[in-house]
């Protein structure tokens, strides 16, 4: 595990990514998008799962610009409050602009084979889909992203690389009604996979989260893996 340094893309500065490497390179890299609750132990634990999984993780401070270094859990009432003042003060076309400069860096990480696509949950499960409408990535997977209705209200023919979504058919954040007009969006598309998680809610994948559900994360973290490993190598 170490820390890069990657230049903002607008000349305002730079910012920190935690990086996981894998045993085995050349291999292509993941950028995994941070949650409300910044680059945190949890965040990291992920990425260390996904270089386990043989890929270089890099993880992004996108909240840098409002505070740096954010490590935040979802126990106490303190933590959500701070999470969700960053949330609404954050600027996600600068961070969409952040993760372009992620992952133009990641592909030019020693070891990279030149491929890279994006990896976010809840927060970063947006951004993720942000990127599969805006970015070069050749992949992309959102985990319980919100607001997706908002993004494929008109469809999803903006989305031309291999996308997959994970949904949690019990997120409070994300209502059945917004479900079915992401689904229905997605659904003619024949580049995206989208599967929803019965009984669950969101962040059923956060590492020792308060809704963490082994089965859901074991089964939608094995469809990433080999999604993964069919587009980046």
Not at 95 to 105: E, F, K, Q, S
Not at 188 to 202: F, L, R, T
Request: charged residues 20%.
């Amino acid at each position: 595990m170490a820390e890069i340094t990657i230049k903002a893309r607008d000349g305002s500065g730079g910012f920190f990514a935690y990086v996981a490497e894998p045993k085995t390179k050349p291999a292509g890299a993941v950028v995994v998008i941070q949650e409300i609750f910044g680059v945190s132990d949890s965040l990291k634990a992920i990425a260390d799962g996904v270089a386990d999984q043989g890929f270089i993780a890099v993880a992004p401070d996108l909240f840098w610009r409002l505070e740096p270094r954010v490590n935040l859990t979802d126990r106490t009432q303190g933590e959500w409050d701070k999470a969700f003042a960053l949330l609404n003060a954050f600027d996600q076309e600068k961070g969409v602009d952040d993760l372009r400069a992620t992952l133009a860096a990641a592909r030019k990480l020693p070891g990279c084979n030149g491929r890279a696509g994006t990896m976010g949950f809840c927060l970063g499960g947006r951004m993720a889909a942000m990127m599969a409408l805006k970015s070069d990535a050749d992949c992309n997977v959102s985990y319980y992203g919100v607001g997706l209705e908002g993004l494929f209200a008109e469809g999803s023919s903006g989305v031309a690389k291999p996308f997959l979504v994970h949904i949690a058919e019990n997120d409070k954040f994300v209502p059945k009604a917004a479900q079915g007009t992401v689904l229905a969006a997605l659904a003619p598309n024949p580049v995206v996979e989208a599967h929803v998680y019965p009984g669950v809610e969101h962040a059923f994948a956060r590492v020792d989260g308060q809704h963490w559900d082994g089965r859901a994360a074991a089964i939608a973290n094995g469809r990433t893996a080999s999604f993964l490993a069919r587009w980046l190598g």
